[in-house]
């Protein structure tokens, strides 16, 4: 009986282990940040590469932020960008296009999976496809500096493909963990790494959360779907993640609503027609067409930005403490689950832990001011 009481608690045990693993690395990020990262030989390869592909980029009819932008979204090239664009990306909350993430990677799979579906889905061709795919997939992420949410979307994919290439159903939750798993086996130190912590949270948000907001509203119209599923991840993975990044960087930005939708759609055409444009010979013909939509569509971008991050009260400072933070993320998840779940203990626990908070501003105030 004790056994399958366990057992059938599992998912409570794993949610109670993730949350302090994660309140432990949080602690430890902020001293890791100001070491030194380690350039091994795959990275300077890489560099050496992305460099050549980066000097491309100089044949564009753009100005030189454009260009930067476009090498930090395709390439995950940041050094030619200036802290003035980046900043006007975080205002607009759309900072997470810059960093070459789990959108991009799955944006190149998808792209790559398109350029290779003349490929029969049968006998060696099945098997030389999904080789074909890993191969591009990875090559992608390497040449992009192995960022940690990169290398997590990577290893999430590479197992669903593989699963799919076998023949097997893969749970979401699992592979997750799979892949959070394999990558603190080879570098344990991604724990402490801020993009590993918001890339998780992030996917583990859309998961879970994001079912939740589609079935608010249901859009049976084709072409209605496809936008509303992207706002319902962008939401999901805002409401993830805004703890955290209140945590860390102290902004919250007010009109990502409005600005994620077009720029996610610019980004899903514009990184795999910059790679395509990338990997074409110079001498092909129609080549200048492609080279016009990229030019395009960056510029678009760029102008959309600029537009939303100079509406007033489009950011907003907000930050947390780390106390602060974890009762949030107890309340969140416990709301969360007891709207998915339909049971009230969920309830009292987001309340007792309201409570909590409650007299730690109490506390708090007693000791700043004597009331």
């Known amino acids: 009986m004790g056994a399958t009481c366990c057992y059938s608690a599992r998912w409570i045990w ?31 390869l890489a560099g050496e590469k992305q460099t050549e592909l980066v000097d491309a980029f100089d044949s564009l009819h753009l100005p030189d932020e454009e260009k930067s932008v476009l090498a930090t979204i395709t390439l995950g090239y940041r050094k030619g960008m200036n802290r003035e664009t980046r900043k ?82 893969a749970d979401s939750y699992n592979t997750l963990a799979a892949a959070a798993f394999g990558m603190l086996v080879y570098n344990p130190l991604y724990l402490f790494d801020v993009g590993f912590q918001l890339s998780y949270i992030a996917v583990f948000s859309i998961l879970y959360i994001q079912p939740m907001l589609r079935r608010c509203i249901v859009v049976k119209n084709p072409l209605l779907a496809v936008p509303w599923d992207l706002l319902t991840v962008t939401v999901a993975a805002q409401i993830g993640t805004s703890l955290l990044c209140c945590y860390y960087f102290g902004q919250v930005s007010s009109v990502f609503l409005f600005t994620n939708l077009p720029l996610v759609i610019i980004a899903m055409l514009l990184v795999p027609l910059s790679l395509l444009w990338l990997g074409m010979p110079h001498w092909l013909p129609g080549l200048e067409v492609l080279q016009q939509v990229v030019e395009t569509l960056a510029g678009w971008m760029v102008k959309i930005v600029d537009l939303f991050s100079h509406v007033p009260g489009a950011a907003f400072t907000f930050r947390l403490d780390f106390s602060d933070m974890l009762i949030g993320y107890g309340i969140l998840f416990s709301v969360m689950a007891s709207i998915r779940k339909y049971t009230p203990k969920y309830l009292l626990l987001w309340l007792f832990l309201l409570l909590i908070k409650l007299f730690a501003e109490l506390i708090k105030r007693y000791y700043a001011f004597g009331i």
């Not at 794993?14 to 990275?43: D, H, M, Y």
């Open 88 to 169: 006007r990306f975080s205002v607009a909350g759309v900072a997470h296009i810059l960093a070459v993430s789990g959108f991009h990677v799955a944006i190149v799979c998808g792209f790559i999976s398109f350029l290779l579906s003349f490929f029969p889905r049968y006998g060696i061709w099945k098997w030389l496809k999904y080789l074909s795919t890993l191969v591009l997939l990875w090559g992608f992420i390497c040449i992009t500096g192995l960022a940690a949410s990169a290398v997590r979307a990577g290893l999430m994919l590479s197992l669903y493909l593989t699963g799919k290439a076998l023949r097997r159903n």
């Open 14 to 44: 794993g949610a109670a282990f993730a949350c302090l693993l994660l309140a432990l690395s949080v602690q430890v990020t902020e001293w890791k940040q100001n070491r030194p990262a380690k350039q091994t030989a795959i990275l300077q």
